[in-house]
């Protein structure tokens, strides 16, 4: 993954208690520091993750997530998570994450991680809101792949 | 995945602190189900995981983890983790893992988890040791693909 | 604590993430033990643990926990978590529990844990229902101090 | 606990995947920020947490742990984690820990974290080192209780 078409970065730090047996911080600790990074790019849209959106309409799903290690973090270890939405489909969208050394930019993970936009009665997948590909497009500028399916008629 | 492949099932139970704010297991915690049933797996095999392995000659690290959701585990369920080696190669292997209800076999979620050998001092990666590709052989038969690569000489 | 007085036993297997860079089950982890033994406490009364409850009249929250460590858990050590109620007073009620090795009954560590029962709206403190005093005499007999508070008139 | 005996300050960010299902930080993780503030005021008295401790001669375990909940920490709080030590005694001395809402000065929790100096070896307890009496000394001045047991001799 190139980290030039990462616009949105933000800074955590690796906590003691992620550091596992092997003296490092542990392999399913990553996907929370990726979610981390989709949680502020979704607050960068200026989307509010509303705990209670289980009432709501529609919800997103992960269907699939991805993880490349390239290298351990470790206790005291300055991150940053860079984040982007890679493209939208019809009812699927992308996000992509790196995880580096904030200092020396070393690599340390990507990740890339799949959702589908879901009605929340029937379960079944249905197409992302016109909205969520504007904000993205808006942030992204070309760096996104964005479909604007036609709605069926 | 077909779940006929997998010689070697865990059960375990959904915890409550497992659960997120949407109600159902939060999507890190599927990766430590696939670690217990390749931790389970490993020692099937007769391998005593070894917390002072810290210290020894090789290590084993996982390189790329994979998951497909396929539907959220809920607080009360009963799960299965099944667990497999698909293959060996000269310096890496992989496990196939897949989540299921235990009682009604509804699928979960499916894992792989590619590991690397490497040699401690140097991080690079070594050959997988043939004791290893035996120990495997014996257990899976012909579902796991092993590959026995000539020494260089 | 007197292990004789708990008639709740739960058994867990300590899971290789909960392993810490000291090579034991890290100290918030024993937390979550203890809250296993109350949520099987709690099912074995016959009550169903509501993941919607939020929406109810009335919530328990935990105001205070105590946890006196007595040796550290180990990987693969399988382990029993004794609960009982010692106490129901007018708004509140203690939960103690026994962590301890499954087969030698060596302690690892006791817990406390106060709870309080409040009013959904207000937040303020009410009187601890009398169908769950019944159901825990029931359960206790004699070994749970049991208020039996007139109500106010 | 009176916030202006306490020196030392971290800020943390409660993070998406520590809200559980009733919506609201879990209660094993406020142990959890207790340590994050531990580990820094370590960090500041100038002592480095070596991972590899473990190997040394002495080490320092968490005999009792105490918190009280006073309010639930939410989504998107930014929370500071006051820490303190309350007194070093021969073999022991106690953190205390204060939970609060940044810019509210909110009380969330607070924490009493005793811990008791170990000989490797023997498991035994060891008087605390005066190198660690001085260390903090210097950092509380008056707030802290530090006792002086002269040696055996």
């Known amino acids: 993954m190139d980290r030039t078409q990462f616009k949105h970065h933000i800074q955590l730090k690796v906590r003691s208690y992620e550091i596992d047996w092997q003296g490092i911080v542990h392999n399913a600790v990553y996907l929370q520091y990726f979610e981390l990074g989709r949680v ?33 973090a470790r206790l005291g270890d300055v991150l940053a998570v860079l984040t982007r939405v890679s493209y939208i489909r019809n009812t699927s969208f992308a996000f992509e994450g790196i995880l580096e050394v904030q200092a020396t930019q070393k690599r340390i993970a990507e990740n890339r991680a799949i959702h589908v936009w879901l009605d929340h009665r029937s379960d079944q997948p249905v197409r992302v809101p016109d909205s969520f590909r504007k904000q ?11 479909d604007w399916p036609a709605y069926e008629t």
Request: charged share 30%.
């Open 40 to 72: 502020g790019y979704i607050e960068e849209l200026g989307i509010t993750l509303d705990i209670n959106s289980i009432q709501r309409e529609h919800r997103v799903v992960l269907a699939r997530a991805e993880v490349d290690y390239r290298a351990p």
């Open 136 to 146: 993205v497009q808006r942030f992204e500028g070309d760096t996104a792949i964005i």
